[in-house]
């Protein structure tokens, strides 16, 4: 099973694993080689994660909550955990999010939005747009 989750790395103090901080419980990993790293849990069970060379980003729909903003015509989203900036494509749910964006923040005003969504990565791996699959809400006074 495939499982999507967004978040930050960070080194832990000892300097020999990384900490994902996300959505979920903190998780700690041990880098074993290049391309893989091992999770520490309670468990028995042995989680191995192995990079894939042929990804370049993650290109699943998921849950996020982050900053819109509308400039003109154009949108442009912050994610909260991440910190991944990215222009928001018109496909998808756009359209219901513009018209409760416009209900909810006054003009080129930030908005805190939680939506489904998935990224597109150029081939080199650099974050080209987000496409909103599902529009959930907009709160003009929230924040990250």
């Known amino acids: ?48 994660l192995t990079r894939d060379p042929t990804k370049n980003g993650i290109s699943a729909t998921i849950r996020m909550a982050g ?3 509308m400039r003109g015509d154009r949108a442009s989203f912050k994610e909260c955990l ?5 222009p928001v494509s018109k496909g998808g749910d756009y359209v219901r999010f513009w018209h409760q964006y416009r209900s909810a923040a ?8 939680e939506l489904e969504g998935r990224f597109s990565w150029s081939g080199e791996g650099t974050l080209k747009s987000l496409t909103i699959e599902r529009f959930v809400t907009v709160k003009a006074d929230g924040t990250c």
């Open 82 to 86: 991440t910190g991944f900036v990215a």
């Open 1 to 48: 099973m495939d499982t999507y989750n967004l978040g930050r790395w960070s080194a832990i103090a000892d300097g020999h694993g990384i900490e994902l901080r996300g959505a979920g419980p903190r998780r700690t990993f041990m880098r074993m080689d290049l391309d893989t790293l091992f999770m520490q849990t309670d468990s028995d069970l042995e989680h191995r």
């Open 106 to 113: 006054g003009r080129d005003e930030p908005a805190f939005v």
């Open 67 to 69: 900053m819109m903003r």
